[in-house]
Each structure stands twice: as C-alpha cells, then as structure tokens.
C-alpha cells in the first residue's frame, strides 16, 4: 500500500482551495511508527485567520438560506467521497497518528456516518407552533443556525472529530472555520478537499493550522465568530470556555475524561476484562473515553485481573501497516514521558506491576500495554487521565464502594458497568455522574446518539439530534 499511496503537500484550506506554505513558517509532521518526517505544515498568518473569518462571514447568508434538501445532498455526496477515497484516507490516519489500519479504516466509516446522520438530520430543524391565547395571533418557535462557527480538534480521533463538528454545523447551516491538530492535518485536509468536490460553496468551509494559542484567540474574539466547539483537554477548554463567555459566544466541550469500569460479581470476568482490554488499547490507549480506572468487586477480582494481564502481555505492538499488528505507538513523545512518570510513580506508591511498564524495543514511539493491580487512589494515574495503554485495577467490596470510586473525580465523560442484574445496572446507570454509562459493552459513541460530559468533561453534546441543536438557536415569532 505505501508503494501506490503518497502523502500529500500539506497546506491551509481557504476560500474552497488548498493553500501552500509559500513564505510562511512550516512545521514538522512526523510518523510515530517509524520517526519519519512526512511533510512541513504551513503555519496561517494572522492575514490568512482573518480571511478565512471573513468568508465565513460573507459565505453565511448564502448558505444558511441554501433549503437543507440541497444541504443535505452535499453532505451526502461528501460522505460517499470519502468511502470511495477510503484506502487512502485510513493510510493517512495510520501515517499520521500510528494506530493499526483496520482501525484507521474503521474511523474513516464512522466519519462518514457522522455526515451521512447530519444529512439526514438537516431535513428535520423542525420548529413548532404554539397556541396563541387570543383568536389571531400565531406564536411559532423557529430554529435558525447560530452563524459562524470555531472549531477545534485534537489529534486522537483525527477523521471522526473534525467530521462530526463540520458535518453539525453545515447541516445547521452555519459557517466554519476549524483548526485541527498539526499532528495530523493530511486527513483532515482530505475531509476537506471531500467537502469541495462535493459541492461545498467556497468560503462555508475554512481549515487553518499553526500556533494554537494564536489561533484559537484570534478565531474566538472575532466579532464574526457566534459559536466555539472544542475538542481537548479541560485545562484548555477553561481558556477557550473564558474567552467565548466575554464574547458572550456559545461553547460546546468535550474534555478529558477518566473513564471508570464497575464489573460485579455476578459478571462474567473473563468476559468483561476481554471487552474492557479491547477497548482500553484501542488507539493505544488515547482515547478520552478510554477506560482506565477499572473497579472488579472482591469475588472476581482476582480472574479480572489474571485475565486483563494475560490478554495484555499478548498483544501484538508494532507499525500500524502490518499485518495483524493490534496496537500501534503512542502519538508523541510526550505521551511515552507521560507513561514513564505515570508507571514510575504508581510502582513507587505500592501498585503491582501486572503486565507490560516499560517502552518497546522499537524505532518509534512505542509503549507496552500495561496493567498495574491494586492501584491506590494516591497515584498520579489514578487521579489525571493517562491518555495511553496504561489500565489501573483495584478491588471494592460493595455498590456503594463501588459507585463512590467511580464518581470519586471531577471527570464525567464515559462510564461503563458490567452485571447480569438488572437491578445493580439500574442503579449504577443514576447515579454515576457521567455523560456516557454503557452496560456490558465498551462502545461510548455513535454518529446517531449524544456524546458528552458533565462536570470537569465539559458541556453540551455533539452527535445525535442533540449535536445538530447546538448549533441552532431558537426565534419566537408572534404574529398577528
């Protein structure tokens, strides 16, 4: 596959074209497999910021009157681009962020979806009428889009999570200009270029990339700019949260997380730990619903745990283009030192090393799945979400010990609780204090359901019905 796929020239996309680095400053984009440079960035001006705002502005009217019939078909058709360009799109995604390529192939369909549901949902921004208390008058509820969006992505899901944000707001019929990570820009420029040859009007569409303190500063206090949609951590959704607020300007978050797993007695622990595993190494472990604080009640722990280890020290890491490779590396460096001092720290504060806790004998940046047991609530990955192959496992003796340790942080992103009783699963289900609680499977997020925090992981929804809301706000009409 790499002898007939090429990386392409990376650039800025605005009014419609790709624009190349010229004389601007470049960036260093690297494979985390193998260290490879694979290409320079350019880093936008603060002129190609404000020009990209500016069509956004102009291109507004244009395509919020544009009948969400004639929305929808080019969401559609870029959906259909993108599975066509499918091979090339998950080669990107593994070249870029290192996970293996069925896994990249399975993104590269869910980001589709998210543009296939927004089409469909761009039929429905149903209003409604409200009845009037004298004869005459009409009183109506009218959703309308927002205007001008800045978005910003993060480079773990880097086809999913720019689709599902430009997917809402087109389909609102908003404006966008969105910075996606310099870590992985290529397959977020092919969503892009996916969008235009679908038909996209040039201008409704921006991508810029650079210094994201710059960026991020100049999109939000753009008198342009109605709404911010942020995906990252929660002490950089704080700034972004602040800075939309003196603008008045709506936010939507989704931050970190710190996913908890409750698996009970009466579970199947072979089963669970082989469900949890899983879904904690997926993308290495950089995932914010990742689950990582796993919670085993007393009577299973000990095969929770035998088993967890087992699986672990199986799994296969290497170049996420090779063949029957299950994990891949860690997207940066600063993941494999977050590792090390996680790891180092966790073993010094009494937790046992049951699988994995070192980095891999390999040319990138690579990392064991580790499994640490009897993990006290005092270590530094017990309290800040690891965002890699790292899963802590503890005991608790009861519900309430149980639901206690889950709800012990601020984090409330995704939750998951494995139990054959409907009554523990009905309890657990409210009272633990997240966005997401799935019972007896992993899977936190679909195109077609709401996804997002409470607490320290954020605000609002994006996917489902409820994402298409937030990018609409609501006119009353009274008429006589």
Request: proline share 7%; with cysteine; aromatic share 6%.
């Amino acid at each position: 596959m790499e002898q007939t796929l090429n990386y392409p020239e990376l650039a800025l996309w605005i009014d419609g074209v790709p624009r190349a680095a010229g004389n601007r400053r470049t960036l260093e984009v690297t494979d985390p497999a193998t260290l490879a440079v694979l290409g320079r960035l350019p880093v936008a001006t603060p002129a190609d910021i404000d020009e990209a705002l500016d069509l956004a502005r102009r291109s507004f009217p244009r395509w919020r009157d544009t009948p969400p019939l004639e929305r929808a078909a080019i969401l559609r058709r870029a959906a259909a681009l993108m599975r066509e360009r499918g091979a090339l799109l998950a080669w990107l995604i593994t070249r870029e962020l290192g996970k293996p390529l069925p896994e990249s192939e399975k993104e590269v369909v869910t980001a589709a979806e998210m543009f296939e549901w927004a089409a469909e949902e761009a039929r429905r921004t149903y209003g409604r009428i409200i009845p009037g208390r004298v004869a005459g008058i009409r009183q109506m509820a009218i959703p309308e889009p927002v205007g001008p969006v800045a978005a910003f992505s993060g480079w773990n899901a880097p086809a999913i999570t720019p689709s599902r944000k430009i997917a809402g707001a087109l389909a609102a019929g908003c404006s966008i200009v969105i910075k996606p990570s310099e870590e992985t820009p290529a397959i977020a420029l092919e969503i892009a270029r996916a969008l235009t040859d679908a038909g996209l009007p040039a201008g409704v569409l921006g991508m810029v990339f650079g210094d994201p303190g710059e960026i991020s500063r100049r999109l939000i206090e753009s008198p342009v700019t109605r709404m911010v949609t942020f995906t990252g951590s929660t002490s950089i959704g704080r700034e972004l949260a602040t800075l939309a607020a003196a603008g008045l300007k709506r936010a939507t978050l989704e931050l970190g997380g710190h996913a908890p797993v409750l698996v009970f007695d009466d579970a199947d622990p072979e089963a669970a730990a082989d469900a949890v595993l899983a879904a904690k190494l997926r993308n290495s472990g950089q995932i914010c619903t990742s689950p990582t604080r796993l919670y085993a009640q007393r009577g299973v722990y000990e095969r929770f745990v035998e088993r967890l280890a087992e699986r672990a020290r199986g799994w296969r890491v290497g170049n996420g283009l090779e063949a029957g490779v299950q994990m891949g590396p860690l997207a940066n460096p600063r993941r494999l030192a977050a590792m090390e001092s996680m790891v180092s720290d966790a073993l010094a504060r009494g937790a046992g090393l049951a699988a994995g806790g070192a980095r891999l004998d390999l040319p990138g940046w690579f990392w064991a799945p580790t499994v640490l047991r009897d993990a006290g609530n005092d270590c530094l990955a017990a309290n800040t979400e690891p965002f890699g192959p790292l899963a802590l496992v503890q005991p608790f003796q009861d519900l309430e010990e149980g639901l206690a340790l889950a709800n012990r942080l601020p984090f409330g992103l995704a939750s998951y609780v494995y139990t054959r009783d409907s009554g523990i699963a009905r309890q657990a289900t409210e009272r633990i204090e997240s966005g997401v609680v799935c019972v007896n499977h992993c899977q936190a997020s679909l195109p077609e359901t709401p996804f997002g925090g409470v607490k320290d992981s954020g605000l609002g929804k994006e996917g489902g019905v409820e994402g298409l809301q937030e990018f609409m706000q609501v006119k009353y009409v009274s008429q006589m």
